[in-house]
Structure formats: C-alpha cells, structure tokens
Nanobody, 125 residues
Framework: QVQLVESGGGLVQAGGSLRLSCAAS????????MGWYRQAPGKERELVAV????????TYANSVKGRFTIFRDNAKNTMYLQMISLIPEDTAMYYC??????????????????WGKGTLVTVSS
C-alpha cells in the first residue's frame, strides 16, 4: 500500500511563490510515475504536471508552463511542485498521485492508482 502526504499549501498573494511537497511511503516510489493534480471549487480535477519514475521526463498543463516545476528526489521518496508567479486562477486543492503506468498514459487521462488527501493553495489578488 502506498501512502501520500502533501504539504506546503497556504495563502499567498498574486505574484508569490510556494513549494508543495509530497512524501510517499512504500518501496515502489522510485518505479512510479507521479503527478500533481488540482481541483478548484466548482471545477473538475485537472492534471497540473506529471513526472516519470526517473525524473527525466515531465509534462505540464499549458496553464502552468513556465511558472511551475515538478521534480522528485527518489532517495527521499518525495516529489515537489515549485510554483512561481502565482495567479488567483491557481487557487485550488492540490493533490499528489502516483501510479505504475507510463507518463503518456496519464497525460492522456488515465487515472493514477494512489492519491493523497490534498493541500489547499489560495492565491489572493
């Protein structure tokens, strides 16, 4: 069983930065594709960024390209999302997730197997 715990959310002014962390338990972390998703009030959950097991490949939603960076430290079983130039539209609950499928499958819409409970990011104008 894999457990994921997000942290790092909070209230920030537009233009500010936050770094989210996702700590994972379980020995399969280094073999899993991982991703960050978000869900704003009244909207569907959307993929923000996904990273391959090695960390060598990443994909971003168009809305966050150039502002968000996903990376991972397999030695620490931790994944991160560095967010800069935040805008009010980034306000959402952010979830970390992981699965054994390929990066491309999750970009295409496949659902990851394990999910955290989320961390709330609020960007004020």
């Amino acid at each position: 069983q894999v457990q994921l715990v997000e942290s790092g959310g909070g209230l920030v002014q537009a233009g500010g930065s936050l770094r989210l962390s996702c700590a994972a338990s379980g020995s399969i972390f280094s073999r899993n594709t991982m991703g960050w998703y978000r869900q704003a009030p009244g909207k569907e959950r959307e993929l923000v960024a996904v990273i391959s097991a090695s960390g060598g490949s990443t994909t971003y939603a168009n809305s966050v390209k150039g502002r968000f960076t996903i990376f991972r430290d397999n030695a620490k079983n931790t994944m991160y999302l560095q967010m800069i130039s935040l805008i009010p539209e980034d306000t959402a609950m952010y979830y970390c997730a992981t699965g054994l499928g390929s990066l491309s499958s999750y970009v295409s819409g496949s659902r990851m197997n394990y999910w955290g409970k989320g961390t709330l990011v609020t960007v004020s104008s």
